[in-house]
């Protein structure tokens, strides 16, 4: 069982966390001028790394959502923070 | 030296000491130049090259794989197939998939052991039994083989299930589908391999694609470990490493990789003869020919590339075994393992043109695709052929991405993939 760092609730159990979406994703304004292509890329579309990956990640017994920084390949996490906030 | 497969040369090799066989396939060293390379020796990349081949003539085919031939997903997975889906896009195409596959070992003079012992997906609740039905319904009006069956006759196809009336997931009945089967997952993948050779493909392995040859605005070949190798057309079919190449040749897709695991047990003696799925714990399993119980379930939740698989998952599958069959708790598990997964936001696979002219794409296929190699490969050769869609592949392009008009399988069949 892996250990994920919340910001606000420090280390607790995978199974806890679901994963969001990849870090860096700004939603496109305004809506009504925003291509079809472009709501592709901001809906769909990924970098899907092999490797290191910044990532949106949701503590579902807290409620919060935050930064995690970590590798897709070995699992281990580099650091979190809060969406915004000061890294810890 | 004897090539073809038949009980006649088995018994005249017999009394030669198996002495006269030839390799299944050769291992050339790769050319300067092909007409069409596919990247990914799994079951999609082999099938392509041999529909290439059959279909279309074009014999002048590499298939480079990175590591060995099967080593991805193909032979890592649990073997189902079947035709359960929803929409009739899908139904189209993983019913496609299963005719192939029900003539697939005569065509390739290969036995792929194939074994349509049926799949029973059992529901718990009338809320479960009305989504069975409605998959029923739509199954039958897609034109493929489907029955609702009632708690009785859903036990006698599987005697062993929980029959515990305070079971926390108890047999409401079921949806059947009797063509649906197993087969043997590397076999699938040397057929199409030794059937592709046979045919005048060059099939390169130890061979890692590592960029991609774009001359004007057009991909002309790849770069690999052992050279470039020049190609009028190129086919993508390595799943959970789709992004990894489509990065390389400047695109993005819309695939998350993650873990997919599946555990068999110790042998035991022949009781279960059909593929049991749960609704309720997304849990399935069957026992192999050398008896083993097969058991698998849903994705592992962290996004990944590792191959090996977290504990959560495993603690999901097994208790969900235990709540459907108590007597394989008896079981010792002998081994765990775990693929790399290409998941799509709506559960269907990408075929079609890449935004790089001259690449083409099969990939997608997810947690799901051993039941498709025989389509995927025959939709990727007609594509990379003649430059343009099967009727069949139109739907998955990657424009339904622009489009909204998904074909969302995730929602539609209610089923874990
Ligand atoms: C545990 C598990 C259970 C499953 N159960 C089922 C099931 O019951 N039924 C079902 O239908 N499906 C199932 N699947 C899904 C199925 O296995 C896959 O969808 C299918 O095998 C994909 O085939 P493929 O040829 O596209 O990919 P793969 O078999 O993964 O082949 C891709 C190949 O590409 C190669 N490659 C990657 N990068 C490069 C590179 N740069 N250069 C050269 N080669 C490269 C890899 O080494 C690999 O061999 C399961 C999968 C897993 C992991
Ligand atoms: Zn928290």
């Avoid at chain 2, 699938?188 to 592709?196: I, L």
């Avoid at chain 2, 079609?352 to 995927?376: E, H, M, Q, R, V």
Wanted: aromatic share 10%.
């Amino acid at each position: 069982m892996q250990l994920f760092p919340c910001p606000f609730c420090g280390p607790r159990d995978e199974t806890e966390f679901q994963f969001a979406t990849e870090a860096g994703k700004t939603r496109p304004e305004p809506a009504a001028e925003v291509s079809a292509e472009r709501w592709t890329k901001y809906l769909y579309l990924k970098d899907n790394p092999k490797g290191p990956t910044r990532e949106v990640w949701l503590h579902v017994t807290c409620g919060e959502f935050f930064l995690m920084e970590r590798d897709t390949v070995s699992h281990a996490v580099a650091g979190s923070q809060a969406l915004g906030g000061d890294p810890r | 030296m004897t090539r073809r497969y038949s009980a006649w040369t088995l018994a005249k090799e017999g009394l030669r000491g198996h002495a006269g066989w030839q390799p299944a396939w050769r291992s050339p060293a790769p050319k300067p130049s092909y007409d069409a390379v596919i990247i990914g020796g799994g079951g999609h990349g082999l099938a392509t090259a041999y529909y290439l081949a059959k279909n279309h003539g074009i014999r002048n085919v590499a298939v480079i794989e990175k590591a060995w031939l099967g080593g991805g997903n193909t032979g890592r997975n649990t073997t189902t197939i079947r035709s359960n889906y929803f929409y009739p896009e899908s139904v189209a195409l993983y019913d496609f998939a299963l005719k192939l596959y029900e003539g697939l070992g005569r065509e390739l003079n290969y036995n792929i052991m194939f074994s349509q012992r049926g799949v029973l997906t059992v529901a718990h609740s009338e809320g479960e039994m009305e989504i069975a039905a409605r998959i029923v319904n739509a199954m039958q009006i897609n034109g493929t083989d489907a029955e609702l069956l009632t708690p009785a006759q859903a036990l006698d196809k599987a005697p062993l299930l929980n029959r515990d009336p305070r079971a926390r997931y108890p047999v409401f009945g079921a949806v059947w589908q009797g063509r649906a089967g197993v087969a043997r997952h590397d076999a699938v993948a040397w057929g199409y391999a030794r059937a592709a050779d046979g045919l005048g493909v060059d099939i390169i392995q130890d061979c890692e694609v590592t960029d991609f040859l774009v001359e004007n605005g057009r991909c002309t070949g790849v770069e690999t470990t052992r050279g470039t190798i020049r190609a009028r057309s190129v086919g993508l079919a390595v799943a959970g490493h789709s992004s990894v190449l489509a990065a390389k040749a400047g695109f993005q897709l819309p695939i998350q990789s993650y873990s997919l695991q599946a555990m068999v047990s110790e042998p035991v003696k022949p009781c279960l003869d059909t593929v049991v799925l749960y609704m309720g714990t997304g849990t399935y399993l069957f026992q192999s020919d050398k008896g083993e119980i097969v058991v698998g379930g849903g994705l592992d939740r962290v996004p990944s590339y590792a191959q090996r698989g977290n504990p959560p998952m495993q603690r999901t599958v097994l208790s969900g075994m235990l709540e459907m069959f108590p007597s394989f708790g008896q079981l010792k598990m002998l081994r765990q393992w775990a693929g790399n997964v290409d998941v799509v936001p709506d559960s269907s696979p990408l075929i079609g043109p890449s935004p790089l002219p001259g690449l083409y794409l099969n990939c997608g296929w997810g947690t799901g695709g051993f039941k498709s190699i025989p389509a995927g490969g025959w939709l990727l050769a007609h594509l990379m052929a003649t430059g343009s869609h099967h009727a069949v592949s139109r739907p998955f392009d990657l424009d339904r991405f622009v489009t909204g008009r998904l074909v969302d399988e995730a929602a539609g069949s209610g089923i874990a993939h």
